[in-house]
């Protein structure tokens, strides 16, 4: 076919055929922002109700602090886990981890020096990372302070040492449940451990493990001198999770934190984990704080 240029290929992969003929590619739509909140929210109150409440304010994921469900979770039961983790998605969430890991327990420590201790506490998540995955989840966050401050007698190195170490020996397990640590920095008010962002960092980068990583919380990070939104920029590439509250204790736009630079901040960087709302003043009741911080989130991102 002198002078032509030939038939068009339609077999070319879509990229080449839009380089070469300039034709236009669908615009990237942003990924909807996943939004959970967690279940110690709803106090007593029945599963279904609380539920609903969640339900109807627009979350689809139920993060659960074990203690809420069983107060001995080897012995809580195969059965009961289903019944758990199909109750909660017959009321339309799932369940996406669990957080409050070490609290009313007895006998765990994560920084102690105490290596019986130590390696009955990496036993324990490693019961908890079997518990997440029975649940649905994938997620474990470790806040938990009064199990991981360290005493006057002990470095902050002595107590990084034995933290990793600790967690290090539960990564088989993680690996093998398909489930994730998200290190929980926490602030000054809280202990004397991972009070910082660059500390929560510093113990991810001693485990080494693609299962262990940062959990970002804005009543924490608002302890810290750098601006939240800069912090979140900061740990793009560490941040496994993110809860959404304020110092006051409530949700969300319920105090004096500006949450417009936070949201762009966490869209800028790429984050597609779950937004969940914890909380820990319940005076309002679970309703109030549910229907609220979703308003005010939402109302944020506008």
């Not at 998605?89 to 799932?94: D, V």
């Given at each position: 076919?002198?002078?032509?240029?030939?038939?068009?290929?339609?077999?070319?992969?879509?990229?080449?055929?839009?380089?070469?003929?300039?034709?236009?590619?669908?615009?990237?739509?942003?990924?909807?922002?996943?939004?959970?909140?967690?279940?110690?929210?709803?106090?007593?109150?029945?599963?279904?109700?609380?539920?609903?409440?969640?339900?109807?304010?627009?979350?689809?994921?139920?993060?659960?602090?074990?203690?809420?469900?069983?107060?001995?979770?080897?012995?809580?039961?195969?059965?009961?886990?289903?019944a758990y983790?199909?109750?909660?998605?017959?009321?339309?969430?799932?369940?996406?981890?669990?957080?409050?890991?070490?609290?009313?327990?007895?006998?765990?420590?994560?920084?102690?020096?105490?290596?019986?201790?130590?390696?009955?506490?990496?036993?324990?998540?490693?019961?908890?990372?079997?518990?997440?995955?029975?649940?649905?989840?994938?997620?474990?966050?470790?806040?938990?302070?009064?199990?991981?401050?360290?005493?006057?007698?002990?470095?902050?190195?002595?107590?990084?040492?034995?933290?990793?170490?600790?967690?290090?020996?539960?990564?088989?397990?993680?690996?093998e449940?398909?489930v994730?640590?998200?290190?929980?920095?926490?602030?000054?008010?809280?202990?004397?451990?991972?009070?910082?962002?660059?500390?929560?960092?510093?113990?991810?980068?001693?485990?080494?493990?693609?299962?262990?990583?940062?959990?970002?919380?804005?009543?924490?990070?608002?302890?810290e001198?750098?601006?939240?939104?800069?912090?979140?920029?900061?740990?793009?590439?560490?941040?496994?999770?993110?809860?959404?509250?304020?110092p006051?204790?409530?949700?969300?736009?319920?105090?004096?934190?500006?949450?417009?630079?936070?949201?762009?901040?966490?869209?800028?960087?790429?984050?597609?984990?779950?937004?969940?709302?914890?909380?820990?003043?319940?005076?309002?009741?679970?309703?109030?704080?549910?229907?609220?911080?979703?308003?005010?989130?939402?109302?944020?991102?506008a």
């Open positions: 076919m002198a002078g032509g240029c030939g038939p068009v290929r339609t077999d070319l992969p879509t990229v080449i055929l839009s380089v070469r003929f300039n034709i236009p590619q669908p615009e990237q739509k942003p990924q909807p922002v996943k939004y959970a909140i967690c279940n110690e929210t709803f106090g007593e109150m029945p599963l279904d109700q609380a539920l609903q409440i969640a339900r109807d304010a627009g979350y689809t994921g139920w993060e659960v602090a074990p203690f809420m469900i069983t107060d001995d979770v080897p012995s809580f039961t195969a059965d009961q886990r289903a983790r199909d109750a909660v998605s017959a009321g339309g969430l799932e369940i996406i981890g669990l957080h409050w890991l070490l609290a009313k327990t007895e006998g765990f420590h994560l920084t102690t020096l105490d290596e019986d201790v130590r390696r009955k506490t990496s036993e324990y998540f490693c019961e908890l990372a079997r518990l997440c995955r029975d649940l649905g989840g994938d997620v474990m966050v470790l806040g938990s302070p009064q199990q991981r401050n360290f005493p006057a007698g002990q470095t902050e190195e002595q107590a990084m040492e034995a933290a990793a170490a600790c967690l290090r020996a539960v990564v088989p397990t993680l690996d449940c398909g994730r640590i998200a290190i929980e920095p926490l602030g000054r008010g809280e202990g004397n451990f991972l009070n910082t962002a660059a500390a929560g960092r510093d113990l991810m980068n001693r485990i080494a493990s693609d299962h262990v990583g940062l959990h970002l919380d804005v009543k924490a990070m608002s302890d001198p750098t601006p939240v939104p800069q912090i979140i920029r900061d740990n793009a590439d560490a941040m496994m999770h993110f809860h959404a509250n304020d006051n204790l409530l949700g969300p736009g319920m105090g004096d934190v500006d949450f417009r630079p936070i949201f762009e901040a966490v869209k800028e960087i790429g984050y597609d984990g779950w937004t969940s709302v914890e909380v820990f003043d319940y005076s309002l009741g679970a309703e109030t704080i549910a229907r609220q911080s979703m308003a005010n989130m939402i109302a944020a991102q």
